[in-house]
């Protein structure tokens, strides 16, 4: 296998997380308070105002499963009566925790002080953090996040939510961390987001150049690493987005493509949207699949799980609630299909995309439930032909190569014969 | 008498099924020279190459056809076919017994070697002389195409006799040939039309016009412009990328070059179910195929006939008979073969059983087919699964049911689509 190429700011970003694990891992000796929470309509600034550590069980879960711990992880946690049907996320931390909770950099995670539960669209988060509640008996709150079902949220669904943040989540954090709440501190954090949301969103349109600059799938899961965990509103996560948007940029400026783990990918022939997360066991050989077809993800629903940007949302220092509210009800999981349905169709248009793909993942309810219908609805819509594929996050069990290649490479052929019929 | 060479120019498409290996001669007017198939066995390379054999076999079998037909008549041309094919057929029963002799001598206890190598000669002395006699009935019974198959029945039928009448084992003798029909399959066999037509004409007792058109045909040079090739196992075909082409392209193109009006395309393989949706051109626009399960594709059949000690090919006839179809489990292959013998020990009728152990394989490929937006106008069936009258009859009646009177295709040669889609999309690339 040859050495791996590496963009600079891929090095930036695992100085970060090494960072925020020690941290973790000396979190108890240095008293420093834990909060867990998740990825959708997390609350990073707000916990950082407080000086507490966010911990992400889904991003340990979909770390476990590149660093290919996670299948013990499952299996440990179907010993345990979870069955084979229920989001291997929750049972990949399950495992995790019933394995002495030792992280993926291989650091002990500390406990948690408290659960914060944002609610955005997954019943699942509520299932999992009762069972970590029963597990760590350290106190919950619960933040609802009303589904976007009209695909408008309203005055009312604000109040709603910054009323819980200021009568349920702000105190649960006073207590926590023995602090009061500092609004200027949070608006301070706030203008960093801003900050880093536009350089974010700069990173993601550069896709719109042919050819693409970027992978906006393989490589901005990457890219959303630091603004979807524990660093959106931190200086290091600033920087870290402006050093990638001036990658970016240049290599937009020099006509050349993304940087895959087997070199630079400049000759681009398809242009793909993929809705739906990746498989993390296999996430090299799923990549591979397509840069070996010279098939390039311009852009991808699953970046927008933790946060939507590229419709104008910024966070707004002005209004700290507020925005923090409107931050979470805009998030991926939180849309409704026809929401999703005009987000893929409008990537398919702006992006100048040749197809979409969904990877449909089968313990993912949650994102994977009405999917055919978005295909079908995109499709009429647009005239692009869809593919639909079938995984799993992080149970290895569920990654049939062989299967997925055949139906990959069947996808970009109908591309080509169309493109043929279409010229003839 | 000098026979003029007579080139013919052709493509040729392969499909390495996970079952069968298929292979397409076209001419240049892509009509269809040839057809070949053989089961794939461990070795898809040999598989491939045999069905290539084939292929030509039957292309030069056409080229006589073509030049003969009229003077010799069309009924000693099948004559002549027949008798080839005793020859082939007789050509592997002779690898049979020298792999089995083989065997014998390393693997046979000393003080039993003598009874079992004369069990073995017996039984496939036997066998020859039945495949002879098959040759002069009139309307033979229906048997597998395959070798193996064919072999497998005929020898287990007299071996059992043989070794209840000599007082050996059966299991011994059974075990002798799994281990050798593995290497007839897998030995270099030469058995294309060159080898075997002088013995068949002799055979048949053929009249000069025959003769004549024989050496014509033989004369015939067919000069491969290009191949394509598609399947599970396209991957070991030594051809460049371009030469490749999915199996889904492959049988959206081949069902609408035998049935042009075709929309949608429902193909059961070995492994795979697709439902496939084409535009006007035969080009397709929209592709399903089972996940991350096999349960209902072409061997969820192969494993309950080995459930029932049936062979493949008998089931279908045997289901047909089924008056009150039993509802069988169609997500697990393995839970429907227990619920088969449960039905069994509960008395319900083999066919019965049968017949809604098809309509489970068909339940299967209705979901894909909704999946990959219904059926529209005309439908075609392909695959090896088309061929088995059963399971058509229960896709005709969930079709009715579920969307409707529509126009179902079948073509007698179904099992060939996905490699005639090859060879057009071969002769799409001589054109370009």
């Known amino acids: ?424 | 008498m000098s026979t003029a060479v007579a080139k013919v120019p052709c493509v040729v498409g392969v499909d390495l099924g996970s079952t069968t290996s298929k292979a397409v001669v076209l001419d240049d007017e892509g009509r269809v020279l040839g057809r070949g198939i053989t089961n794939s066995r461990s070795s898809y390379d040999r598989a491939v190459e045999l069905a290539r054999v084939e292929a030509f076999v039957s292309a030069r079998f056409q080229v006589l056809r073509r030049n003969v037909a009229h003077a010799a008549g069309t009924e000693a041309l099948a004559r002549l076919l027949a008798a080839f094919r005793t020859e082939q057929y007789l050509v592997q029963l002779g690898q049979l017994r020298v792999a089995l002799d083989r065997e014998v001598a390393c693997r046979v206890r000393a003080e039993a070697k003598e009874a079992v190598s004369g069990a073995v000669a017996y039984t496939v002395g036997r066998m020859c002389e039945e495949e002879e006699k098959r040759f002069e009935e009139p309307s033979p019974e229906e048997r597998s195409d395959f070798f193996r198959d064919a072999a497998n029945s005929a020898y287990s039928r007299i071996a059992e006799e043989v070794a209840a009448q000599r007082g050996l084992s059966f299991d011994l003798l059974l075990g002798l040939f799994d281990k050798c029909i593995i290497q007839v399959e897998n030995a270099p066999l030469e058995l294309g039309f060159v080898q075997h037509i002088d013995a068949a004409l002799a055979r048949c007792g053929a009249g000069p016009e025959l003769r004549e058109g024989v050496e014509a045909a033989v004369a015939t040079e067919f000069v491969v412009r290009s191949t394509v090739g598609t399947g599970y196992g396209r991957a070991r075909l030594p051809f460049p990328k371009e030469q490749i082409r999915s199996e889904i392209l492959c049988h959206g193109l081949g069902a609408h070059a035998m049935f042009p009006a075709t929309r949608t395309v429902l193909d059961i393989g070995g492994q795979d179910t697709k439902a496939i949706q084409v535009d006007e051109k035969g080009i397709v626009t929209s592709f399903q195929m089972n996940d991350r399960c096999a349960a209902g594709c072409g061997r969820y059949l192969g494993y309950i006939a080995d459930e029932m000690n049936l062979g493949l090919h008998e089931l279908g006839p045997l289901a047909e008979k089924g008056r009150r179809p039993v509802k069988i489990n169609s997500t697990c292959t393995v839970f429907a073969g227990a619920e088969l013998r449960e039905r069994l020990s509960l008395g319900d009728k083999r066919e019965d059983i049968l017949a809604g152990l098809h309509r489970a394989i068909m339940l299967r490929a209705m979901s894909l087919l909704a999946r990959s937006g219904g059926i529209q106008n005309e439908f075609t069936f392909t695959g090896g699964v088309a061929r088995n009258r059963a399971a058509v009859r229960a896709l005709r009646e969930l079709v009715e049911e579920h969307y409707g009177a529509r126009t179902i295709n079948i073509s007698p040669e179904s099992i060939f689509t996905g490699a005639l889609g090859a060879a057009l999309f071969a002769k799409r690339m001589v054109a370009s």
């Not at chain 1, 402006?242 to 993304?258: F, I, K, N």
Request: glycine fraction near 8%; include cysteine; charged fraction near 25%.
């Open chain 1, 1 to 424: 296998m040859p050495d791996v190429a590496k963009d600079r700011s891929m090095q930036l970003q695992k100085e970060m997380i090494g960072r925020h694990f020690d941290k973790l891992a000396r979190a108890r000796e240095q008293g420093r308070k834990v909060v867990y929470t998740f990825v959708p309509g997390n609350l990073t600034e707000l916990l950082l105002s407080f000086d507490v550590l966010p911990v992400l069980p889904e991003i340990n879960a979909l770390q476990s499963g590149m660093r290919g711990t996670s299948g013990r992880y499952i299996m440990e946690a179907e010993k345990a009566g979870h069955s084979e049907d229920v989001c291997t996320y929750v049972k990949c931390d399950i495992g995790m925790l019933r394995s002495g909770n030792i992280g993926p950099t291989g650091q002990p995670l500390p406990l948690p002080d408290l659960l914060l539960l944002s609610y955005t669209g997954c019943y699942t988060f509520m299932k999992w953090f009762e069972l970590l509640r029963e597990a760590y008996d350290c106190p919950t709150v619960f933040f609802h996040v009303p589904y976007q079902g009209q695909g408008v949220m309203t005055p009312q669904h604000r109040e709603y939510m910054v009323r819980q943040l200021r009568e349920q989540v702000i105190p649960a954090l006073e207590r926590v961390s023995g602090r009061r709440y500092d609004e200027d501190r949070l608006r301070a954090l706030l203008r960093q987001s801003r900050q880093a949301e536009d350089d974010l969103v700069a990173v993601f349109e550069a896709a719109k150049g042919v050819p693409s600059p970027l992978d906006a799938y393989f490589g901005g899961v990457y890219y959303v690493g630091p603004i979807f965990s524990a660093f959106r509103g931190s200086q290091e996560a600033a920087e870290y987005y402006r050093a990638l948007r001036e990658e970016v940029e240049d290599r937009a400026a020099r006509g050349l493509g993304p940087v895959t783990p087997e070199g630079p990918l400049n000759d681009q022939r398809y242009r793909l949207v993929v809705e739906g997360p990746p498989n993390w066991t296999h996430f090299r050989e799923f990549w591979k699949m397509f840069y070996d077809e010279k098939a390039v993800v311009v852009a991808s629903t699953y970046t927008k799980v933790g946060g939507t940007y590229d419709g104008g949302f910024r966070h707004d220092p002005d209004d700290p609630l507020g925005t923090l509210a409107d931050y979470c009800a805009g998030c991926y999981t939180n849309l409704s299909l026809p929401n999703r349905v005009e987000m893929i169709a409008r990537y398919l248009h702006d992006y100048k995309a040749d197809g979409f793909l969904i990877n449909s993942v089968k313990s993912c309810n949650s994102f994977s439930a009405g999917q055919l219908m978005i295909l079908r609805e995109v499709e009429r819509r647009t005239g692009v032909p869809g593919a639909f594929i079938e995984s799993d996050l992080v149970d290895p069990r569920y990654f049939s190569a062989a299967n997925i290649k055949n139906r990959l490479e069947s996808y970009f052929q109908m591309i080509d014969a169309r493109g043929a019929g279409r010229s003839q």
